[in-house]
């Protein structure tokens, strides 16, 4: 039984770039979220997905989006990068007692 | 608003040592789950318990304990006889439901080092 699984594990980008990260959840679970991981910091929540739809969001900006596909794997995608936005980037699927499963991140660099 | 503190960023203990994890949480919701979770240095964060806001029993397993106290909004972590093994971040987590559904926020994280 597969657990969740992200790619990129490793990203450097430069500023202004544009990222996207993938995430496959865990079999069976339909709800994906999102969170970042700033060194040395709990994770933030970015945004919730469940049946394709964004049915939550943090106090993140709009350059931040994703998408879920029909098979309940998920994008993050990140416009006009900054150097703030570097960090581990955390997939998490929900299990049916509301615990998270966790990937192993992307760790996003930005120069 | 939801809020998870750990006010303690990090611990050192020497090995087979008892160590206490604090987190005191905040939310107007009378229906709320508590997490704790443990991020060892792969990065990749692993579930240890759940709570709900009407099971106050404290909770046993091996060499971890857990202790809900709603009186004192607090959900507090012990390990018996530390182990190296057990150094990593740890992480408490409030998750209340809304209308988009099931929401989860965490502390800031409490670094423990055991020592041999």
């Known amino acids: 039984d597969a657990g969740v699984t992200q790619s990129p594990t490793h990203l450097i980008k430069t500023r202004g770039q544009q990222v996207t990260l993938r995430c496959s959840p865990k079999s069976g679970h339909d709800t994906v979220s999102w969170y970042q991981q700033a060194l040395g910091q709990g994770p933030q929540f970015i945004f919730q997905?469940?049946?394709?739809?964004?049915?939550q969001r943090g106090n993140f900006p709009d350059r931040f989006s994703g998408h879920q596909f029909p098979n309940y794997s998920s994008e993050l995608n990140v416009n006009a990068l900054l150097l703030g936005d570097s960090a581990l980037y955390l997939c998490?699927?929900?299990?049916?007692?509301?615990?998270?499963?966790f990937g192993e991140g992307s760790r996003l660099t930005v120069l | 608003a939801q809020k998870v503190t750990q006010a303690q960023t990090e611990i050192s203990v020497v090995e087979k040592e008892d160590v206490t994890l604090d987190c005191v949480y905040e939310t107007r919701d009378t229906t709320y789950y508590l997490f704790w979770y443990k991020q060892p240095p792969s990065g990749e964060l692993v579930f240890l318990i759940r709570r709900n806001s009407f099971d106050e029993q404290n909770e046993i397993s091996g060499r971890y304990s857990w202790n809900f106290q709603k009186s004192t909004s607090s959900f507090n972590f012990t390990i018996t006889a530390s182990q190296v093994v057990d150094s990593a971040v740890y992480f408490c987590a409030l998750s209340v439901l809304n209308t988009g559904g099931f929401k989860t926020i965490f502390g800031a994280g409490t670094r423990l080092f055991v020592k041999a």
């Open positions: 997905y469940y049946e394709e739809e964004e049915r």
């Open positions: 998490a699927s929900r299990g049916f007692t509301g615990e998270l499963f």
